[in-house]
């Protein structure tokens, strides 16, 4: 039998392979080196001195270390970064000591060559990722059912799996922020008997949360909220950094070891 492909996949299976085509001619091409090698040092917003990105080699920097450092190429009049996103602003003006640009919201940015070497100490911490958590964090619950005692133990890990979010800063220049995802260890004993003991990572809800969503949240938080006849239950949140979109799934895990997952 011959399948018939409706022609709006199609038109966006060609716009995908000419988005994919562009970005690897983007790659590809060869940028101005003169251009490049003139953007080299710190520089500073035309209207409040304020350092707005360091330049060293083909990356750029910012000041705030909640952004990660980004490469970059200039290409004829227009400088890409690439981020997590490929982002493309028209070049105004360039010189030695000045600096003009588009932002993605028509804006023009004006910047000016820092000639003061203490400038530099705004971007000399730079940090690549922010962690939820720091150190591993353990929560220890102590309950009582059907006349015996239980403990509920939860293992909080912050992993070396990252996640990008790519943001707007105020004038509308894209800049991407790292995170660090959580394992979740979740166990639950009675007396010395191990009922439950098990890791989890965001991945364990795929099967709950659509597959792009997951790509771009952390397993942020879990929390145990107690026992009844369903068994021992927590919320776990999946989120995606610094915004308002959460999940919340509902976790059970009976007397006999068994887990179930339920969208909150």
Same mark, same amino acid.
């Given at each position: 039998?011959?399948?018939?492909?409706?022609?709006?996949?199609?038109?966006?299976?060609?716009?995908? @392979?000419?988005?994919?085509?562009? =970005?690897?001619?983007?790659?590809?091409?060869?940028?101005?080196?003169? #251009?490049?090698?003139?953007?080299?040092?710190?520089?500073?917003?035309?209207?409040?001195?304020?350092?707005?990105?360091?330049?060293? =080699?083909?990356?750029?920097?910012?000041?705030? %270390?909640?952004?990660?450092?980004?490469?970059?190429?200039?290409?004829?009049?227009?400088?890409? %970064?690439?981020?997590?996103?490929? #982002?493309?602003?028209?070049?105004?003006?360039? @010189?030695?000591? %000045?600096?003009?640009?588009?932002?993605?919201?028509?804006?023009?940015?004006?910047? &000016?060559?820092?000639?003061?070497?203490?400038?530099?100490?705004?971007?000399?911490?730079?940090? %690549?990722?922010?962690? @939820?958590?720091?150190?591993?964090?353990?929560?220890?619950?102590?309950?009582?059912?059907?006349?015996?005692?239980?403990? #509920?133990?939860?293992?909080?890990?912050?992993?070396?799996?990252?996640?990008?979010?790519?943001?707007?800063?105020?004038?509308?220049?894209?800049?991407?922020?790292?995170?660090?995802?959580?394992?979740?260890?979740?166990?639950? &004993?009675?007396?010395?008997?191990?009922?439950? =003991?098990?890791?989890?990572?965001?991945?364990?809800?795929?099967?709950?949360?659509?597959?792009?969503?997951?790509?771009?949240?952390?397993?942020?938080?879990?929390?145990?909220?107690?026992?009844?006849?369903?068994?021992?239950?927590?919320? #776990?949140?999946?989120?995606?950094?610094?915004?308002?979109?959460?999940?919340?799934?509902?976790?059970?895990?009976?007397?006999? =070891?068994?887990? @179930?997952?339920?969208?909150?």
């Amino acid at each position: 039998m011959k399948l018939k492909i409706p022609i709006f996949v199609c038109i966006l299976l060609a716009l995908c @392979t000419l988005s994919c085509h562009k =970005g690897k001619r983007i790659v590809n091409a060869d940028e101005s080196k003169k #251009a490049k090698a003139m953007l080299a040092g710190v520089w500073l917003d035309d209207d409040t001195d304020e350092p707005y990105f360091q330049i060293k =080699g083909d990356t750029i920097y910012y000041p705030d %270390t909640h952004n990660s450092p980004v490469y970059f190429k200039i290409v004829r009049d227009t400088l890409y %970064t690439f981020g997590n996103k490929i #982002a493309k602003y028209k070049i105004d003006k360039q @010189t030695e000591d %000045t600096f003009w640009f588009h932002s993605l919201s028509d804006a023009i940015i004006k910047l &000016y060559k820092s000639d003061d070497p203490d400038d530099a100490l705004s971007f000399s911490k730079q940090s %690549t990722v922010i962690p @939820t958590y720091n150190t591993v964090t353990k929560r220890d619950s102590v309950v009582f059912y059907n006349g015996e005692r239980y403990h #509920a133990y939860l293992y909080i890990n912050p992993s070396k799996y990252k996640v990008t979010k790519t943001s707007y800063d105020e004038n509308g220049v894209s800049v991407d922020n790292v995170y660090y995802d959580n394992i979740m260890h979740v166990c639950v &004993y009675r007396g010395k008997d191990m009922i439950y =003991g098990s890791d989890l990572t965001k991945m364990s809800f795929k099967k709950l949360l659509p597959v792009d969503f997951i790509k771009n949240a952390i397993f942020s938080d879990i929390q145990f909220i107690g026992v009844s006849t369903k068994g021992f239950q927590y919320q #776990a949140w999946i989120c995606i950094p610094d915004g308002s979109e959460c999940n919340i799934v509902n976790i059970y895990i009976d007397i006999k =070891g068994h887990m @179930t997952m339920k969208l909150g």
